[in-house]
């Protein structure tokens, strides 16, 4: 019996953490360091074949840094990656794809295995 006062207790303590944890990520609207958040997304499906997604992203990233993609997610990268465009040293795409720069390095390719391609530019 002395067992369920026990979860009790660890439940409301996880809880508590867990609020915390929140709080400190999204005190005042502010962005933890180091991360990135979603602000906006447009989805564009007027084309039967094609999506064109759109998306606005805050990041507070650390000395040295700038917003970019890791594994197809918003993410703090080396700002050498962004000031000299070489976008796949970023590792944008997801595992199983592979990474090929756009023309005039506007960009870049994610091929899938099956050959599914999804095409990035940078503006």
Same mark, same amino acid.
């Given at each position: 019996?002395?067992?369920?006062?026990?979860?009790?207790?660890?439940?409301?303590?996880? /809880?508590?953490?867990?609020?915390? /944890?929140?709080?400190?990520?999204?005190? $005042?609207?502010?962005?933890?360091?180091?991360?990135? $958040?979603?602000?906006? /997304?447009?989805?564009?499906?007027?084309? !039967?074949?094609?999506?064109?997604?759109?998306?606005?992203?805050?990041?507070?990233?650390?000395?040295?840094?700038?917003?970019?993609?890791?594994?197809?997610? !918003?993410?703090?990268?080396? $700002?050498?990656?962004?000031?000299?465009?070489?976008?796949? $040293?970023?590792?944008?795409?997801?595992?199983?794809?592979?990474?090929? /720069?756009?023309?005039?390095?506007?960009?870049?390719?994610?091929?899938?295995?099956?050959?599914?391609?999804?095409?990035?530019?940078?503006?």
């Amino acid at each position: 019996m002395q067992l369920l006062p026990l979860i009790s207790a660890l439940s409301a303590a996880a /809880l508590l953490f867990l609020l915390r /944890l929140h709080q400190r990520i999204h005190w $005042e609207g502010q962005t933890m360091a180091g991360t990135c $958040e979603v602000v906006t /997304l447009d989805e564009d499906r007027s084309q !039967p074949w094609r999506t064109v997604n759109r998306q606005s992203v805050r990041c507070a990233c650390g000395t040295g840094q700038m917003a970019g993609t890791i594994r197809a997610r !918003p993410a703090c990268v080396d $700002e050498g990656v962004v000031r000299t465009q070489q976008w796949c $040293e970023m590792s944008p795409c997801l595992e199983d794809e592979v990474c090929h /720069l756009l023309d005039h390095q506007s960009g870049w390719i994610c091929t899938q295995p099956g050959g599914r391609v999804k095409t990035t530019t940078v503006s």
